[in-house]
């Protein structure tokens, strides 16, 4: 929780998640006990001590020193999840948490290679969050999309063979479109032209992450070469004034995760992040988690780090969550119904403060 005044508004922002990996919201407690019901050996204490328990593993997470180092562990977080039910409870922790914050829409990311790799099914994958979302629409209230993203570290014939297993779930609409995550430096977007190519003539949509570790020209590769919709952390945009420029006028939305963004050192403090950069030029952007059990807060802390470093006003944050709204990539039935949820938490929140 912050401590500004803004914090009751922030907290009943109707807010939609766009940046958020299923399997960063493993937390240490559930990732314990997934290893002893389904028999994973985890490293041992004596190799790695933050294995010695749930709580010596939270704190080893405050002090990733890089994308790479976070992602050993993240990877290691995975071996846990065997069945469809690990993978439903996975979510369905993730989305208790999101009601809590104010989450009313969630595209979520998922990783089907890091899963197959090990001799996980796609399909056992695909059926456990399937089922999680399903679940949080009718009990929380909360309308998801899945999204598959691609290994970036993985040869691109394993991204294209993930392609093909999954197109005719991207073409029906069980899932929302492609991303690309993981290791940034070292692979750059135009690896996957072909792969996104293909998701464009299939008429899937198309995001990927950009511009976290690498440089701008990473952003502007992943919009030239593989013709996204959206972009993901997208935070070294900032470095480039004729391509924010551009961003800011095809409408773009931006994901932003700003603890994940200290957390892995890409800045030291949010108050580096180029929030107020964006603002000014137009770019339209939205606060996300990325992955909140490695990194320290879900969404609503995000809101609250951006707050605290930045001090926006309540009309900037309802430009932010409108754009966040009209960015996502549900229907128009489902926006008109979430903007209308923000104009009327606005009006309440305004008839709150009196007269000016």
């Known amino acids: 929780m912050c401590h500004s005044p803004l914090h ?36 041992s204490s004596t190799v790695d001590a933050s294995f010695s328990s749930p709580e010596s593993l939270l704190d080893r997470y405050t002090r990733f020193t890089s994308l790479d180092d976070f992602l050993h562990y993240y990877f290691i977080g995975m071996s846990v999840l065997l069945e469809a039910e690990d993978f439903e409870a996975l979510a369905w922790e993730y989305f208790l948490r999101a009601k809590a914050d104010g989450v009313e829409h969630a ?14 099914a796609y399909r056992t994958v695909l059926d456990g969050f399937t089922a999680a979302c399903r679940k949080a629409e009718h009990e929380l209230g909360i309308s998801t999309m899945l999204i598959l993203c691609f290994l970036r570290h993985l040869p691109v014939k394993s991204a294209e063979e993930t392609f093909e297993a999954a197109k005719e779930d991207l073409k029906s609409g069980a899932l929302a479109g492609i991303g690309l995550d993981s290791s940034e430096k070292d692979f750059p ?80 403090r949010v108050d580096e992040l180029p929030v107020r950069k964006f603002l000014n030029a137009g770019v339209r952007f939205s606060i996300n988690s990325d992955d909140p059990a490695y990194f320290g807060g879900y969404l609503l802390d ?40 923000l104009e009327n938490v606005i009006k309440r929140y305004n008839n709150t403060q009196g007269p000016r």
């Open 8 to 43: 009751p508004f922030l907290a009943a922002l109707p807010k939609c998640e766009h940046h958020m990996h299923l399997e960063g919201s493993l937390s240490p407690s559930l990732l314990f006990r997934l290893a002893a019901q389904n028999s994973i050996s985890l490293p």
């Open 107 to 120: 595209e979520v990311f998922f990783d089907p290679q890091a899963h197959t790799e090990r001799g996980v």
């Open 189 to 268: 977007p135009e690896l996957f032209k072909t792969v996104y190519a293909s998701a464009k003539e299939a008429g899937i949509k198309r995001t990927a992450h950009a511009g976290e570790e690498g440089p701008a020209s990473y952003v502007r590769g992943a919009i030239s070469s593989l013709d996204i919709q959206r972009i993901d952390h997208g935070i070294r945009l900032a470095e480039d004034a004729a391509l924010m420029a551009d961003v800011a006028w095809k409408k773009m939305l931006v994901t932003i995760c700003p603890l994940s963004n200290v957390r892995l050192r890409c800045v030291t």
């Open 302 to 341: 995000n809101y609250c780090s951006v707050q605290e470093a930045f001090g926006l006003t309540v009309q900037e944050w309802s430009g932010v969550a409108r754009a966040g709204i009209e960015g996502s990539w549900c229907g128009k039935d489902r926006k008109d119904e979430l903007l209308e949820h």
